[in-house]
């Protein structure tokens, strides 16, 4: 099992945090770091739910991840394993995650694939979903897998969507012409390209679209 120790900085005040591996004792927070991430209009339906995390802990531990900020639980993220084609990388979040129930996890597969990644609105100033991102990397290396992948929203896009296509804007966010709340976050956590996809996810601020990104195991396939 996972567990790493270290210290977040509130400016200059070093504070303990945790990450490991999120179990049934964890629900309650989980579910309310999804309530605070996520509040209204977003429909409550798409919460985590007990049924949906206990999958997550018995299918595939490893990709379950929380972190703990002097001992409170302050964010969370969810991986699952897929056998990934890049020749065919057209999907959608709802097929490759099971909606987020994972029964579709692969143990074999060579991809560790993002579910969710979330943290406390109180929490985001302390980087806590860079750290996540790179324990999730851990594992990757660990488990000797080819990459870690996921489809990111890009929230910024409807603003542009009258000016130019989705590969376009994200064309302009790698660039660093414009600025965009997730994909920026994710390069910013090493993640690059992959592609665009169309009817990612159902989400207006995106237009439906999700930037494919991934990082690659720097030691190369190793898994047998």
């Not at 694939?113 to 302390?126: A, E």
């Not at 989705?166 to 690059?192: H, N, S, W």
């Not at 237009?207 to 898994?223: D, H, I, R």
Request: hydrophobic share 35%; glycine share 8%; aromatic share 12%.
């Amino acid at each position: 099992m996972y567990r790493k120790e270290f210290y977040v900085f509130d400016q200059d005040r070093p504070i303990p945090a945790a990450i490991r591996n999120y179990e049934e004792k964890d629900f309650p927070g989980l579910i309310r770091i999804q309530t605070e991430s996520f509040p209204p209009p977003f429909p409550s339906e798409l919460w985590w739910n007990e049924e949906q995390l206990h999958n997550h802990v018995t299918l595939f531990p490893e990709g379950a991840l929380c972190i703990e900020v002097d001992g409170e639980i302050a964010g969370s993220m969810t991986g699952l394993l897929v056998d990934f084609d890049p020749n065919h990388a057209e999907h959608m979040w709802e097929e490759v995650t099971d909606h987020g129930y994972i029964r579709n996890h692969n143990p074999h597969g060579n991809t560790l694939y993002v579910v969710d990644i979330s943290v406390r609105p109180s929490y985001r100033k302390l980087g806590l979903g860079k750290w996540l991102m790179l324990s999730m990397y851990d594992v990757v290396v660990h488990k000797g897998l080819d990459r870690l992948l996921g489809g990111g929203r890009m929230p910024g896009y409807h603003k542009k969507a009258n000016e130019m296509t989705a590969e376009q804007y994200l064309g302009a966010v790698v660039k660093g012409e414009l600025k965009d709340p997730v994909i920026t976050f994710l390069l910013r956590c090493g993640r690059t390209p992959v592609q665009v996809v169309a009817h990612y996810l159902a989400d207006e601020e995106s237009c439906n679209y999700g930037a494919l990104m991934e990082w690659t195991n720097p030691f190369g396939t190793v898994k047998s």
